[in-house]
C-alpha cells in the first residue's frame, strides 16, 4: 500500500510569489489535513478535507487555502508569500478521523 | 480552542535509561490523545494513542498515562535505545464530529547517548 505522497519535495519562491503543494492519501482516506512545521513550533494545523470540503481551518490568514478534489487528492496554495511562510509543510491522510498518516513534506523556502 | 504544552523541549539520557515527556491540554472535552515520533529529515510516525476512557495503554518499551481530571498525559519509554533518538510530539482532540483539530505541542528532542 502506497503512504502519503507529497509533491514537489521542495520548493524556493520569492516573496510576494504564490506557491502550490501537492498531497495524494492513502488509498481509501477520505479525509486530508495540512500543517506547517516551522522550526521550534511544532506542527501547526493549516486545514482539514473531508469528501471535497473543507471541513476546519487553523489561525491562518486566508492567504493560505487549499481544496480537495474528486479522488481525494489535495493542493494547498499559499498567496503573497511572506518570508516567514518558509517551513516544512506536512499533508496527513485518515480513514478513521483519528490516526494521522504524514507524507514527507514540502520544504518551501521564501527569500 | 486547545492548547497542548509539551515539557522537556529538549531530553538527554543514556542508553538504558528510562525517559520521560509530559504534556498537558487546555480543553476539557478532549478525548483522544497520539503520540507521534519524528526521526529526523522522516515524517512523523504514530507511535501510540490513548482515549480518555483510559487511563493507562502499553506497548513494548513505551507506554502512555492520562490523567483526566489534571488534564495531563505522559510518554514514558523505558530501556531507551540510540534509535529512540528522535522528536516526539504529544496531541490532543475531541475524536470525531466537524470540529475535529488535532493539535500538536511543540515537540520534545530526545537523544539517547550510546
Known amino acids: 500500500e502506497a503512504g502519503v505522497t507529497q509533491s514537489p519535495t521542495h520548493l524556493i519562491k520569492t516573496r510576494g510569489q504564490q506557491a502550490t503543494l501537492r498531497c495524494s492519501p492513502i488509498s481509501g482516506h477520505t479525509s486530508v489535513y495540512w500543517y506547517q512545521q516551522a522550526l521550534g513550533l511544532g506542527l501547526q494545523f493549516l486545514l482539514w478535507y473531508d469528501e471535497g470540503e473543507e471541513r476546519n481551518r487553523g489561525n491562518f490568514p486566508p492567504r493560505f487555502s487549499g481544496r480537495q478534489f474528486p479522488n481525494y487528492s489535495s493542493e494547498l496554495n499559499v498567496n503573497a508569500l511572506e518570508l516567514e511562510d518558509s517551513a516544512l509543510y506536512l499533508c496527513?491522510?485518515?480513514?478513521?478521523?483519528?490516526?494521522?498518516?504524514f507524507g514527507s513534506g514540502t520544504q518551501l523556502s521564501v527569500l | 480552542g486547545e492548547n497542548v504544552e509539551q515539557h522537556p523541549s529538549t531530553l538527554s539520557v543514556q542508553e538504558g535509561d528510562s525517559a520521560v515527556i509530559k504534556c498537558t491540554y487546555s480543553d476539557s472535552a478532549s478525548n483522544y490523545f497520539p503520540w507521534y515520533k519524528q526521526e529526523l529529515g522522516k515524517r512523523p510516525q504514530l507511535i501510540i494513542d490513548?482515549?480518555?476512557?483510559?487511563g493507562e495503554k502499553k506497548d513494548q518499551r513505551i507506554a502512555v498515562t492520562l490523567n483526566k481530571t489534571a488534564k495531563h498525559f505522559s510518554l514514558h519509554i523505558t530501556e531507551t535505545q540510540p534509535e529512540d533518538s528522535a522528536v516526539y510530539f504529544c496531541a490532543a482532540s475531541r475524536s470525531g464530529g466537524s470540529n475535529y483539530k488535532l493539535t500538536f505541542g511543540k515537540g520534545t528532542l530526545l537523544t539517547v547517548n550510546p
Open positions: 496527513a491522510s485518515s480513514r478513521d478521523g483519528e490516526k494521522l498518516f
Open positions: 490513548i482515549r480518555s476512557n483510559v
